[in-house]
């Protein structure tokens, strides 16, 4: 039931984009985004609902494509602070509990 | 208290001792996560509250791990004759999600446990 996750990790400069894919094997209800800095707890970027939603937040952004069962986060001119591991929840119809993939390690360098 | 607080920070603990790690979620949260992180890899499910339903146990890697929350708010995990793949940071996350609804997890810091 654990979604999967890629690229493992990617190391981008400074402006440039980026996409995490993640993808399950199973019809979803929902997929979450977190990221974790190094030694912190993770923190909600956001939630997509809906087949075909798309979220943004600053330059941020995700898409759910329910018939694929995957959904995808876009990072655009990346800034050093978006550093961090990037994982993807996913929560299955009728179903209480999510799922996290294994993580995106995403370094921006200068 | 303003967010999820979980204790202790670090626990260091000898191979067959048992532990346990404490949760409190914020206040008002129906439901609770307990995760595995083991040093760079993914989050690993354990166990789900759900208000006064019954706890989702599925992600429980051994009977020598049990988990329970009181009145719906604090929660212990318990690992019992710990061994050395034991050693992790275990997360604690809570969520004011109603069944079927939105579910945004707020983490805790974490308790990082080694097992010598």
């Known amino acids: 039931q654990q979604p999967v996750q890629s690229p493992q990790a990617v190391i981008l400069r400074e402006g440039e984009d980026a996409v995490i894919n993640c993808s399950s094997s199973?019809?979803?209800?929902?997929v979450h985004w977190y990221r974790q800095k190094h030694g912190e707890a993770p923190i909600f970027l956001m939630i997509?609902?809906?087949?075909?939603e798309q979220k943004g937040h600053d330059k941020i952004s995700a898409s759910f494509n329910e018939k694929k069962q995957q959904s995808s986060l876009y990072l655009t001119a990346s800034q050093l602070s978006y550093s961090g591991t990037y994982f993807c929840g996913t929560e299955m119809r009728n179903n209480n509990d999510m799922r996290f993939g294994a993580g995106t390690r995403l370094t921006v360098k200068p | 208290g303003a967010g999820v607080s979980q204790s202790p920070s670090n626990k260091v603990t000898e191979k067959g001792k048992d532990v346990e790690l404490r949760c409190d979620p914020i206040?008002?949260?129906?439901?609770l996560y307990w995760y595995r992180q083991s040093l760079g890899q993914g989050l690993e499910f354990l166990i789900y509250f759900q208000g006064n339903s019954a706890p989702d146990k599925s992600g429980l890697p051994s009977d020598r791990f049990s988990a329970e929350r009181t009145g719906g708010s604090v929660s212990t995990l318990t690992i019992q004759r710990t061994q050395q793949e034991d050693s992790a940071v275990y997360l604690c996350?809570?969520?004011?999600?109603?069944?079927?609804?939105?579910?945004?997890?707020?983490f805790g810091p974490g308790t990082r446990l080694t097992v010598l």
């Open positions: 206040s008002g949260h129906t439901a």
């Open positions: 199973k019809a979803l209800y929902s």
């Open positions: 996350a809570s969520s004011a999600r109603e069944r079927g609804g939105k579910d945004t997890q707020y």
């Open positions: 997509l609902l809906k087949g075909g």
